[in-house]
């Protein structure tokens, strides 16, 4: 499932292999994923321009594009969000495949191409791809970032107090919200709250001075590790999401329960 380590991950793909290539051909077709667009208007906006830089903010990315034939002014913005099983492949002119800004390997096939959704063709007839088995992810022109929060990786200590400093939701909730803080996902919030030793359903207006600098330490130190080490995945709390499991710091029982409408996993002692 993607979260912010996977679409970091996306985004380096695009600059590793996508920029600077002249866009021949796009596949707008799917009318779900490219919504609210009518096939056919991203392909006419995008066409002969150039993927000229690639931008993250928490889980969506987005590509400025150049003028057409490198002049004449900008083009619009080319947003993705990969969703819940989204995947983005690069492929040069031969069709190899490249991940995670590895160098290109022959003969990989690092995705399902039965579940393309959106693609662009280059004029070196490389492409670029959407993969997406559960058809969950999203594609549209000028995409609305601003309404996101600042991005977890980037957020400041005066920005993370006043978003967890008062209020009655769940810190889990709040941890969640993309407009408070953007690219923290159920998974890294399992995490970050289980390395803060916070109960998730606690209020966020309950939480002392102490308790929110742990947090905004914890939430700092996991997203980074997970960008680091490729992914949520390598996360020390993560396979003990599970039942009988036991909490890999103290023993105790892992607890479970949904928490802002989603799945959550916390020790049952530390966490109480």
């Given amino acids: 499932m993607p979260e912010l380590p996977e679409v970091e991950t996306a985004r380096l793909v695009i600059e590793d292999a996508a920029l600077e290539r002249v866009i021949a ?37 987005w590509c400025d594009t150049s003028g057409v034939g490198d002049s004449g002014p900008p083009g619009p913005a080319l947003g993705i969000h990969l969703g819940m ?51 969950l992810g999203r594609v549209r022109l000028d995409p609305p970032v601003d ?11 005066r920005q993370f107090r006043a978003a967890f400093g008062k209020g009655t939701a769940p810190v889990k909730a709040r941890l969640l919200d993309q ?4 690219g923290i ?37 996991t997203v980074k590790t997970a960008v680091s080490g490729g992914g949520v995945h390598i996360l020390p709390m993560i396979e003990f999401r599970a039942p009988g499991a036991r909490c890999p710091r103290c023993g105790a029982p ?8 989603r799945t959550t996993w916390w020790c049952s002692c530390e966490q109480a």
């Fill in 25 to 61: 051909d796009v596949d707008d077709s799917d009318t779900y994923v490219c919504r609210p667009h009518q096939p056919g208007e991203i392909r006419a906006a995008l066409l002969g321009r150039r993927l000229a830089a690639v931008h993250r903010r928490g889980k969506s990315v």
């Fill in 85 to 135: 099983s989204g995947k983005i492949v690069v492929t040069d002119r031969h069709g190899d495949e490249i991940e995670g800004g590895d160098y290109w390997e022959r003969g990989r096939a690092l995705g399902d191409h039965r579940y393309t959704r959106f693609g662009l063709t280059f004029a070196d007839r490389g492409s670029l791809l959407l993969i997406d088995p559960r058809r």
């Fill in 147 to 157: 309404a996101l929060g600042p991005d977890a990786l980037d957020i400041t200590p």
């Fill in 254 to 261: 892992m607890a479970h329960g949904t928490v802002g409408g």
């Fill in 179 to 182: 407009h408070v803080i953007a």
């Fill in 185 to 221: 996902g159920n998974l890294l919030a399992d995490q970050t709250l289980w390395q803060a030793k916070i109960n998730p359903a606690r209020p966020v207006g309950e939480l002392t001075s102490a308790e929110v600098s742990r947090l905004l330490k914890a939430a700092r130190n």
